[in-house]
């Protein structure tokens, strides 16, 4: 019995340094692309930037915060909640009750969401801002995750695809108007009428997912 009982604390012990080598891993991939600077960005227009203390920030980008409409609310997963990259995230759900699930940038446990956004979920729209997240989270695979993003020079071509799709479906003037300057209508979605809205829906965003609480 007395052997059973040190095997078991060897094997507790052995666990436990094992999870801590795994959780001083993560921080350490975090930090060591921590040094690109600026955001990565899923094709479904959800972002990802990199905090030097190994967790990661994700939110929505201008252009699914403005798509989406005037934002009633945000559904959101529950903290401790562990989302792979690609996995519906959130959901932006617009005063028209206009419904946008987003999708996980990167995979990670869920640990913060944005005390803002229980007020209000203005912030989503403020891009570059401090307040603009949705979740804070702890990465797993983040290395291997940012190499599926796109960051930089590509970024900014799949946001030129992306305004240059919208305005082709778009009757000139509000085409002008949802991309005055370079820079999206905040709530331009609420514009389009619900067929055109769909079809971008259906030909810019991944699937729907499952419910979520709201925030």
Known sequence: MVIVLVVLTVAAFMLADWYLIRRRQNAAESAAVAAAAGLFLHPGHTWVRI???GRVLVG????????AGALATIELPQLG?????????????SAG????TQV?????EVVEVNPALRGS??????EGSRTDWILRVRPRHVRENLLNLLHGEAADLWVEATRSC??????????????????WLPGFGDLLEDS????????????????????
């Open 104 to 108: 996980m940038p990167v995979e990670g």
């Open 51 to 53: 905090g030097a203390d």
């Open 97 to 100: 009750k206009r419904r946008l």
């Open 196 to 215: 055109v809205w769909q079809a971008l829906r259906r030909e810019l965003f991944p699937a729907d997912g499952g419910p979520m609480r709201g925030a």
């Open 60 to 67: 929505a980008s201008d252009f699914a915060a403005s798509f």
């Open 81 to 93: 909640a562990r989302l792979r990259q690609g996995q519906p995230a959130w959901t932006l759900v």
């Open 121 to 126: 979920p203005a912030p989503a729209r403020q």
């Open 166 to 183: 919208v305005n082709a479906r778009l009757r000139p003037a509000l085409g002008r108007l949802a991309n005055d300057g370079g820079q």
